[in-house]
C-alpha cells in the first residue's frame, strides 16, 4: 500500500525561475536582512526601538538643560520646536509601539505554542517599514528641518499652506508622510498578531488558557487596526491642505478646525492604551513567577483589559474640554473617562492580591513590576483629576499634564519594558543579566523618574505652559526646574547601567539553563535561546500556565510537590526522522519596503519623477513578492 507520505518522498521539484536567487542561509550577518524568523524580526524589533529611545532620551536631555534656568540660550525657538516634537513622536512611535510588537514578535507564537507566526513575510515587511519609516523622519533634520508642530500635529497650525509663512520648511510634510508609513508597519503587525492567535494556538490552547501576555496584545492589536486608519486620515487631510490648498480644516473656507482633534484623538487616546496594555501585559507575566502564585483573578483581568480596549474609544473629547465643545459633551466624556478607571483600578487590586501572600522574590524584574504599580497608579489618580472638567480647564496646556502623561506612559509602559527585558532576556540570549546592576538600574531609574516628572506638577498647577522653550525669572518655577533637570540625567545614568549590564552579559555571563526562574507559561517550555522551530513537538495543553503543572503537583495537604526530573517534556531538539518545514528567508520584504521612502521623499518635496519611481518599485517589488513560494520547494 502506497502511502501519502511515500508519494510525496517521490515528488520531483522542478527549479523556478525567478528574479532573484532565494537567500537560504539563516545564520551570519546577512541572515538578519532576509529572515522571516519571528524570533530574530522581535530581536530587530528590539534593537531599533532601544536605539530610537536613546535618542529621544538625548532630545530629552536638551529640553531639560534649555530649561535649566530662566532664560536658556542652549536652543533657539525653533530649535526647541524641532527637539520637542521629534522626543514625542520618538516616544510614541519609534520607541513605545515597536518595543512592544518585539516583545510581541518574540514571544506569542511561543506562548501559545506555534512555531512562528501566521505571515513571516509580512511580519519582515512591518519591521522594514518601522526602521525605513524612522529613518525617514530624521532624515527631516538634514533635509530643510525636522517636524516642529509637535507630536499631535494640530492643525490649522501644521495644516496651513507654507506660503502663509505658518510653519515654513518641510518638517510638518516629513511628520505626516512618515507618520502614514510607521502606519503601514503597525497594521501589518497588528493583523499578524490577531490571526496568529486566532488560527495557531496549540491543542487544547483555549482562549482562556492563554497567557495574560497574549490577550492583552491581542487587544493591543484590535485597537491598533482601528486606531490606525482615523489618524492617517487626519494626516492625508493635513498634508492636502498644506500642499494642495484644500480646507478640510480652514474656518474661514467653511472647513473645521476641531475635526483635526476629534480625528487625532480618536486614535489618540486608544493609543494611550495600545502603549500601556502591553506593560500590564508583562507585569501580568512577572508577578505570579516571583511571588510564586497564580494571577489573582485571571479571568477578571482579561476581561479588565477587554472592558478598557471598549472604552478606552470613549474618552477622546477630554483631551478637547478647552476648545468650547460644549456643557453635555463635557460631562458625558468626564464620566466615560472616570468609568475606565474602573477595569484599570480592578487590574491594580488583582496585581496586589498576587503579590499578597506569596512567597515574593525580589528579583530586578520584580522590583520594575512594583515599580509599575506604584508609578502607573500614581499616573491614574493625576489622570482622574483631569477627569473633573473644571481641573482639567486650569491645567490644559500646563506642565501639569506633562507629568501626568510621564506617570502613566514613563511609569507604566517604560518601567515594565524594563522589567521584561530582565525577565525575558535569559529566554532569548541565553544568559542571565547580572542582578547587582540590574538593582541598581532600577533604584536609580525610580529616583530619577519621580525627580524628573513630580516637580511637574507643581509648576503646572503655578502656572508653567508646557512646549515653552524659556521663562523669565522670578517666577519660583527655577529650583523645581533644576531638579528636573538632576532627575533626566539620573534616568540617563540608569539607562547607561543597563547598557554596561547588556556588555557585562555578553562577555562574561554564563549560560543559565532553560528555566531560570522557575517560570510558569509554554516559551520556557523550550531551550533558551529557543531552537529556529520553537518546539520539536507542539505542545499539548492542558491548564492554564501549561508549564508550572508540568513541573509541580499538590500533595493531599495542597502543598507544592515538585515532579520528579524528566516528567517535564523536553522539546528543543527534533527526533531524526522528524523533519520540519519553517518559512525561507526572502529578499522581498525589504525590496518591496524601499519604495515607500522613494514615495514619501516624492511626496514631500512634490518631485513626481521620484513618485512615479517610488510606485514602480513597489510594483517591482509586489511582483517579485507574489511569484515567490513562501517556502522554498526541496527544504
Same mark, same amino acid.
Given at each position: 500500500?502506497?502511502?501519502?507520505?511515500?508519494?510525496?518522498?517521490? #515528488?520531483?521539484?522542478? %527549479?523556478?525561475?525567478?528574479?532573484?536567487?532565494? =537567500?537560504?542561509?539563516?545564520? !551570519?550577518? +546577512?541572515?538578519?536582512?532576509?529572515?522571516?524568523? &519571528?524570533?530574530?524580526?522581535?530581536?530587530?524589533?528590539?534593537?531599533?526601538?532601544?536605539?530610537?529611545?536613546?535618542?529621544?532620551?538625548?532630545?530629552?536631555?536638551?529640553?531639560?538643560?534649555?530649561?535649566?534656568?530662566?532664560?536658556?540660550?542652549?536652543?533657539?525657538?525653533?530649535?526647541?520646536?524641532?527637539?520637542?516634537?521629534?522626543?514625542?513622536?520618538?516616544?510614541?512611535?519609534?520607541?513605545?509601539?515597536?518595543?512592544?510588537?518585539?516583545?510581541?514578535?518574540?514571544?506569542? %507564537?511561543?506562548?501559545?505554542?506555534?512555531?512562528?507566526?501566521?505571515? /513571516?513575510?509580512?511580519?519582515?515587511?512591518?519591521?522594514?517599514?518601522?526602521?525605513?519609516?524612522?529613518?525617514?523622519?530624521?532624515?527631516?533634520? #538634514?533635509?530643510?528641518?525636522?517636524?516642529?508642530?509637535?507630536?499631535?500635529?494640530?492643525?490649522?497650525?501644521?495644516?496651513?499652506?507654507?506660503?502663509?509663512?505658518?510653519?515654513? !520648511?518641510?518638517?510638518?510634510?516629513?511628520?505626516?508622510?512618515?507618520?502614514?508609513?510607521?502606519?503601514?508597519?503597525?497594521?501589518?503587525?497588528?493583523?499578524?498578531?490577531?490571526?496568529?492567535?486566532?488560527?495557531?494556538?496549540?491543542?487544547?490552547?483555549?482562549?482562556?488558557?492563554?497567557?495574560?501576555?497574549?490577550?492583552?496584545?491581542?487587544?493591543?492589536?484590535?485597537?491598533?487596526?482601528?486606531?490606525? %486608519?482615523?489618524?492617517?486620515?487626519?494626516?492625508?487631510?493635513?498634508?492636502?491642505?498644506?500642499?494642495?490648498?484644500?480646507?478640510?480644516?480652514?474656518?474661514?473656507?467653511?472647513?473645521?478646525?476641531?475635526?483635526?482633534?476629534?480625528?487625532?484623538?480618536?486614535?489618540?487616546? /486608544?493609543?494611550?492604551?495600545?502603549?500601556?496594555? =502591553?506593560?500590564?501585559?508583562?507585569?501580568?507575566?512577572?508577578?505570579?513567577?516571583?511571588?510564586?502564585?497564580?494571577?489573582? !483573578?485571571?479571568?477578571?483581568?482579561?476581561?479588565?483589559?477587554?472592558?478598557?480596549?471598549?472604552?478606552?474609544?470613549?474618552?477622546?473629547? &477630554?483631551?478637547?474640554?478647552?476648545?468650547?465643545?460644549? %456643557?453635555?459633551?463635557?460631562?458625558?466624556?468626564?464620566?466615560?473617562?472616570?468609568?475606565?478607571?474602573?477595569?484599570?483600578?480592578?487590574?491594580?487590586?488583582?496585581?496586589?492580591?498576587?503579590?499578597?501572600?506569596?512567597?515574593?522574590?525580589?528579583?530586578?524584574?520584580?522590583?520594575?513590576?512594583?515599580?509599575?504599580?506604584?508609578?502607573?497608579?500614581?499616573?491614574?489618580?493625576?489622570?482622574?483629576?483631569?477627569?473633573?472638567?473644571?481641573?482639567?480647564?486650569?491645567?490644559?496646556?500646563?506642565?501639569?499634564?506633562?507629568?501626568?502623561? &510621564?506617570?502613566?506612559?514613563?511609569?507604566?509602559?517604560?518601567?515594565?519594558?524594563?522589567?521584561?527585558?530582565?525577565?525575558?532576556?535569559?529566554?532569548?540570549?541565553?544568559?542571565?543579566?547580572?542582578?547587582?546592576?540590574?538593582?541598581?538600574?532600577?533604584?536609580?531609574?525610580?529616583?530619577?523618574?519621580?525627580?524628573?516628572?513630580?516637580?511637574?506638577?507643581?509648576?503646572?498647577?503655578?502656572?508653567?505652559?508646557?512646549?515653552?522653550?524659556?521663562?523669565?525669572?522670578?517666577?519660583?518655577?527655577?529650583?523645581?526646574?533644576?531638579?528636573?533637570?538632576?532627575?533626566?540625567?539620573?534616568?540617563?545614568?540608569?539607562?547607561?547601567?543597563?547598557?554596561?549590564?547588556?556588555?557585562?552579559?555578553?562577555?562574561?555571563?554564563?549560560?543559565?539553563?532553560?528555566?531560570?526562574?522557575?517560570?510558569?507559561?509554554?516559551?520556557?517550555?523550550?531551550?533558551? /535561546?529557543?531552537?529556529?522551530?520553537?518546539?520539536?513537538?507542539?505542545?499539548?495543553?492542558?491548564?492554564?500556565?501549561?508549564? +508550572?503543572?508540568?513541573?509541580?503537583?499538590?500533595?493531599?495537604?495542597?502543598?507544592?510537590?515538585?515532579? /520528579?526530573?524528566?516528567?517535564?517534556?523536553?522539546?528543543?531538539?527534533?527526533?531524526a526522522h522528524h523533519h520540519i518545514h519553517m518559512p525561507s528567508p526572502s529578499y522581498w520584504p525589504l525590496?518591496?519596503?524601499?519604495?515607500?521612502?522613494?514615495?514619501?521623499?516624492?511626496?514631500?518635496?512634490?518631485?513626481? +519623477?521620484?513618485?512615479?519611481?517610488?510606485?514602480?518599485?513597489?510594483?517591482?517589488?509586489?511582483?517579485? +513578492?507574489?511569484?515567490?513560494?513562501?517556502?522554498? =520547494?526541496?527544504?
Amino acid at each position: 500500500m502506497t502511502t501519502v507520505e511515500d508519494a510525496l518522498t517521490h #515528488v520531483e521539484t522542478k %527549479p523556478v525561475n525567478r528574479m532573484l536567487q532565494r =537567500p537560504r542561509s539563516t545564520t !551570519g550577518a +546577512w541572515s538578519w536582512f532576509t529572515t522571516v524568523d &519571528h524570533k530574530k524580526i522581535g530581536i530587530l524589533y528590539g534593537v531599533t526601538a532601544l536605539a530610537f529611545f536613546l535618542i529621544g532620551g538625548i532630545e530629552a536631555l536638551l529640553i531639560r538643560v534649555q530649561l535649566w534656568g530662566p532664560n536658556g540660550t542652549v536652543l533657539t525657538a525653533n530649535q526647541y520646536n524641532q527637539v520637542f516634537t521629534m522626543h514625542g513622536t520618538t516616544m510614541i512611535f519609534l520607541m513605545g509601539m515597536p518595543l512592544s510588537i518585539a516583545f510581541g514578535n518574540y514571544l506569542i %507564537p511561543l506562548m501559545i505554542g506555534a512555531r512562528d507566526v501566521a505571515f /513571516p513575510r509580512i511580519n519582515m515587511f512591518g519591521y522594514w517599514v518601522f526602521l525605513l519609516g524612522g529613518l525617514f523622519l530624521y532624515s527631516s533634520f #538634514v533635509l530643510g528641518g525636522a517636524p516642529n508642530g509637535g507630536w499631535f500635529g494640530y492643525a490649522p497650525l501644521t495644516s496651513t499652506p507654507m506660503s502663509k509663512g505658518f510653519l515654513p !520648511g518641510h518638517g510638518p510634510d516629513f511628520w505626516t508622510i512618515g507618520l502614514i508609513m510607521l502606519g503601514i508597519g503597525s497594521v501589518t503587525s497588528a493583523l499578524n498578531f490577531i490571526v496568529t492567535v486566532i488560527n495557531m494556538r496549540a491543542p487544547g490552547m483555549s482562549m482562556l488558557r492563554m497567557p495574560v501576555f497574549v490577550w492583552m496584545m491581542t487587544v493591543v492589536a484590535f485597537l491598533t487596526l482601528f486606531a490606525m %486608519p482615523i489618524v492617517t486620515a487626519a494626516l492625508m487631510m493635513v498634508y492636502l491642505d498644506r500642499n494642495f490648498g484644500t480646507n478640510f480644516f480652514n474656518a474661514s473656507m467653511h472647513g473645521d478646525p476641531l475635526l483635526y482633534q476629534n480625528l487625532f484623538w480618536l486614535f489618540g487616546h /486608544p493609543e494611550v492604551y495600545i502603549l500601556i496594555l =502591553p506593560g500590564m501585559a508583562v507585569v501580568s507575566e512577572i508577578l505570579p513567577v516571583f511571588s510564586r502564585k497564580p494571577l489573582f !483573578g485571571y479571568s477578571v483581568v482579561v476581561f479588565s483589559g477587554i472592558a478598557i480596549g471598549f472604552l478606552g474609544w470613549g474618552v477622546w473629547a &477630554h483631551h478637547m474640554f478647552a476648545t468650547g465643545i460644549g %456643557p453635555v459633551a463635557q460631562s458625558a466624556f468626564g464620566v466615560s473617562t472616570m468609568i475606565i478607571a474602573v477595569p484599570t483600578g480592578v487590574k491594580i487590586f488583582n496585581w496586589l492580591g498576587t503579590v499578597w501572600g506569596g512567597a515574593v522574590r525580589l528579583a530586578t524584574p520584580m522590583l520594575y513590576a512594583l515599580g509599575f504599580i506604584a508609578m502607573f497608579t500614581l499616573g491614574g489618580l493625576s489622570g482622574v483629576m483631569s477627569a473633573i472638567v473644571p481641573a482639567d480647564t486650569q491645567q490644559t496646556d500646563s506642565y501639569f499634564v506633562v507629568a501626568h502623561f &510621564h506617570y502613566v506612559l514613563f511609569g507604566g509602559l517604560v518601567f515594565a519594558l524594563f522589567g521584561g527585558f530582565y525577565y525575558w532576556w535569559p529566554k532569548v540570549f541565553g544568559k542571565m543579566l547580572d542582578e547587582r546592576l540590574g538593582k541598581t538600574s532600577f533604584w536609580i531609574m525610580l529616583i530619577g523618574f519621580n525627580l524628573t516628572f513630580f516637580p511637574m506638577h507643581i509648576v503646572g498647577l503655578e502656572g508653567m505652559p508646557r512646549r515653552t522653550y524659556t521663562y523669565g525669572a522670578g517666577l519660583g518655577w527655577d529650583l523645581l526646574n533644576k531638579l528636573e533637570t538632576v532627575g533626566a540625567f539620573l534616568i540617563a545614568t540608569s539607562v547607561l547601567v543597563f547598557i554596561v549590564n547588556i556588555v557585562h552579559t555578553k562577555l562574561r555571563g554564563e549560560p543559565c539553563g532553560e528555566d531560570p526562574w522557575d517560570a510558569r507559561t509554554l516559551e520556557w517550555a523550550t531551550s533558551s /535561546p529557543p531552537p529556529e522551530f520553537n518546539f520539536a513537538e507542539i505542545p499539548i495543553v492542558t491548564n492554564r500556565d501549561e508549564w +508550572w503543572h508540568r513541573k509541580y503537583t499538590e500533595d493531599e495537604d495542597g502543598r507544592l510537590v515538585r515532579l /520528579p526530573a524528566g516528567a517535564a517534556t523536553a522539546t528543543a531538539e527534533p527526533e531524526a526522522h522528524h523533519h520540519i518545514h519553517m518559512p525561507s528567508p526572502s529578499y522581498w520584504p525589504l525590496l518591496f519596503t524601499i519604495g515607500l521612502p522613494i514615495l514619501g521623499y516624492g511626496f514631500v518635496f512634490k518631485n513626481w +519623477w521620484l513618485v512615479g519611481l517610488g510606485a514602480v518599485w513597489l510594483m517591482f517589488g509586489m511582483t517579485g +513578492w507574489a511569484t515567490e513560494p513562501s517556502t522554498e =520547494p526541496g527544504t
